[in-house]
C-alpha cells in the first residue's frame, strides 16, 4: 500500500500523463462546452480537491491553478486547457466532480456533457 499523497507529485503525475490519453470525443465535448464551463464552474467548489484526490490532477496543478489565477473563469479555464491532458479518465473524473459539488449549475452541465457524449456514440 502507498500513501497517497505524501509523494503526490509521482503518482499523480504517473496517473495523469498515462499512456492512454483522453479520447478525442470527450475532448471535443470539451471543447464545445469550453465557454460556458469557463463562466459557470467554480473549481474551488469541490471540483479540484476532487479531481485531485482522485489523482486525475497534481498537487502541484492544484497549486497552480489556486495561486496564478485571480478569478473563478480563469481557474475554470486554466482546469480545462490542463484535463485534456490528465488521462483517459480525467473527463469522467471531471463531470463526476461536478455531480459531487452538488450545486445545481454543475448538475446540469455534468447532464449536458454527459449527453452530448451519448448523443454522438449514438450517431452513425
Known amino acids: 500500500p502507498h500513501s497517497a499523497h505524501t509523494g503526490d507529485t ?19 465535448v470539451l471543447l464545445q462546452c469550453y465557454v460556458e464551463l469557463k463562466s459557470s464552474v467554480n473549481v474551488e467548489d469541490h471540483v479540484l480537491d476532487y479531481l485531485y484526490s482522485n489523482f486525475v490532477i497534481s ?14 473563469e480563469s481557474k475554470a479555464g486554466m482546469l480545462l486547457d490542463e484535463l485534456p491532458s490528465c488521462g483517459a479518465s480525467a473527463f469522467r473524473e471531471f463531470v463526476d466532480a461536478l455531480i459531487a459539488s452538488k450545486t445545481s449549475v454543475h448538475q446540469k452541465l455534468a447532464k449536458k456533457l454527459m449527453d452530448m457524449v451519448k448523443n454522438d456514440q449514438q450517431s452513425p
Do not use: E, F, Y
Not at 509521482?10 to 471535443?28: G, K, N
Not at 498537487?59 to 473563478?72: E, G, P, Q, V
Open 10 to 28: 509521482a503518482t499523480a503525475t504517473a496517473r495523469s500523463s498515462s499512456a492512454v490519453p483522453m479520447s478525442d470525443l470527450h475532448r471535443s
Open 59 to 72: 498537487k502541484s496543478l492544484r497549486d497552480r491553478i489556486r495561486s496564478d489565477c485571480t478569478t473563478a
